[in-house]
């Protein structure tokens, strides 16, 4: 199967392991932003280094198409995370802490000359005649627990919507929700929605892309009683345009 017959949208999203010292750690999802000429992978901050839980790999790598003919052909491409122990990712924060999101530059010369991929843009992300409204539906690209059409290399998508209002920082923090059903493995996938200004269906892929999904969304609750809220977190996607800068 030729790629480019396929739904652009699966090939923004590139399945990703943790390594420390060779050995691997954890599974999460990310995603290619391209502005100019510079090719970034986005991913939540936590899947780089998470102080809580101790996480704190030295190297990525992300799976790669490589047949422009045969979807079935991939290869891994390894990212170390550190150059003399300084960090190459870039992460932001504001005055209400630090943002789960993170970007780190990929060399393109480094890449396989047949590499297949696509990428986000700064077009991609909503402008002033996008109507983003509460209860639109929202679009998780990922690898929940790792699953993935392992043949052909693929993401899953979750299909969800925006449960609190979008442009507002949600209890103060530069996220929205999505009501969707995530599991591990989901967080840095990118979140998107179809376009509703007139320029939208010019996008490729034809999609605006949301947010950058990090974990779930909890309360203190009685664990017996109450189910959980099935909410999740989701950082606005515009915090890529500083971390490209």
Request: proline letters at 6%; a negative charge.
């Amino acid at each position: 199967m030729n790629p480019w017959s396929v739904e652009p949208l699966l090939l923004t999203a590139a399945r990703l392991s943790t390594f420390s010292a060779g050995n691997i750690l954890t599974g999460a999802s990310s995603f290619f932003f391209q502005r100019d000429e510079r090719l970034f992978l986005v991913t939540s901050r936590h899947v780089l280094a998470d102080e809580p839980s101790g996480h704190f790999p030295d190297s990525i790598e992300i799976e790669l198409h490589i047949d422009s003919d045969d979807l079935t052909k991939s290869t891994g491409f390894s990212i170390p995370l550190y150059r003399k122990d300084e960090r190459r990712w870039r992460q932001g924060g504001d005055a209400s802490g630090d943002i789960d999101v993170a970007a780190i530059e990929i060399e393109r010369s480094a890449l396989p000359e047949s590499a297949i991929y696509r990428a986000f843009t700064p077009e991609h992300l909503p402008g002033s005649d996008e109507n983003i409204e509460t209860g639109a539906l929202a679009f998780v690209v990922g690898f929940p627990l790792g699953f993935h059409d392992n043949v052909h290399h693929m993401p899953v998508v979750r299909q969800g919507a925006i449960a609190s209002s979008y442009g507002l920082r949600f209890q103060g923090q530069g996220f929205f929700l999505t009501d969707a059903r995530t599991h591990r493995g989901a967080s840095g996938s990118p979140v998107v929605t179809r376009p509703t200004g007139p320029d939208g269906k010019a996008l490729d892929p034809p999609w605006i892309l949301i947010g950058v999904h990090s974990t779930r969304f909890d309360v203190t609750r009685d664990l017996k009683r109450d189910e959980a809220l099935g909410l999740n977190c989701a950082w606005y996607a515009d915090i890529l345009m500083t971390l490209t800068e």
